[in-house]
């Protein structure tokens, strides 16, 4: 997505850019793949998760979970979520009972676990014995001069709680087999138009619970890189989607097709389309 940027202040503003994407469309996870397996693209992918990878955390959790490395060199740069998981009340006396925090753990001792969740003191978890520098999603059960928390299930949280960053070793066909998603779409300029497909896909849609949305590379789109992995796209997705038909531009960048895709996406996913008699 970056390897054809020279400059590390572009590449960062390009990744934060989609950065951005991912959190507005409220995507779970987003997977990089290597579209050229023989090349050596260790230092994109790195580069690419670390600033996504930064983006999604906290600020105030930063300072634990990062080392200071050559990738974050242009971080500053980078645009805030602003997300649910980003809050911005940093004091204890505006706590809530039942509100969600994410933090990480400071230190343990015999009777609890203390942990940094972004206000003017660390909070006990009672009966918790994690390791020091853990990333925990909690729940504040106590308010007042003490307050206490325990940790959350993400699932349970029941509003957007920021994105997954994966990173397969697998190029894109190995990586879109070795997943079990329900819908796999893959977005090309060759795919059929969107709106020829809109009721079809709004019903697979509502059957599914893991979706996969694939794009393609600056240099190459989703057809040649499954050809050059030696099979046909068709054969490995359930829809080749054009969610710009008729572009008057020669090209579409790759997150310019991200935000395009996404939007038109996300518009079927909270639509009340009539599908059937």
């Known amino acids: 997505m970056v390897a054809d940027i020279p400059h590390l202040r572009e590449k960062t503003s390009k990744i934060g850019f989609i950065g951005r994407a991912l959190a507005i469309f409220r995507v779970d996870e987003v997977i990089i793949y290597r579209d050229r397996s023989e090349e ?25 979970l990062f080392r200071i490395v050559p990738e974050l060199r242009f971080a500053g740069a980078l645009p805030p979520l602003r997300t649910p998981h980003h809050p911005l009340q940093n004091r204890v006396r505006d706590l809530k009972p039942g509100e969600y925090r994410e933090g990480v753990i400071t230190s343990v001792d015999e009777h609890a676990a203390h ?60 990586t879109v087999k070795s997943r079990s998603f329900n819908m796999v779409l893959a977005t090309s300029r060759r795919g059929k138009d969107f709106g020829k497909v809109i009721f079809e896909l709004k019903k697979r849609w509502e059957q599914s619970d893991r979706i996969l949305v694939a794009f393609g590379a600056p240099t190459q789109g989703l057809y040649e890189i499954a050809e050059k992995e030696g099979i046909k796209l068709e054969s490995i997705v359930d829809y080749v989607i054009n969610t710009i038909p008729n572009q008057a531009t020669e090209t579409v960048r790759t997150e310019e097709a991200v935000y395009a895709t996404l939007s038109i996406l996300n518009v079927l996913a909270e639509s009340h389309l009539r599908i059937g008699n």
């Open 40 to 64: 050596d693209q260790t230092g994109e992918t790195n580069l690419i998760a670390t600033l996504l990878s930064y983006m999604e955390t906290p600020q105030y959790l930063r300072k634990y």
């Open 115 to 174: 942990v940094d969740i972004g206000v003017n003191r660390t909070i006990a978890m009672p009966g918790f014995r994690l390791p020091v520098n853990t990333r925990v999603s909690v729940r504040i059960t106590k308010t007042g001069k003490h307050p206490e928390a325990t940790v959350a299930n993400r699932g349970d949280i029941g509003t957007y709680w920021g994105y997954e960053v994966t990173v397969s070793k697998r190029p894109f066909v190995e």
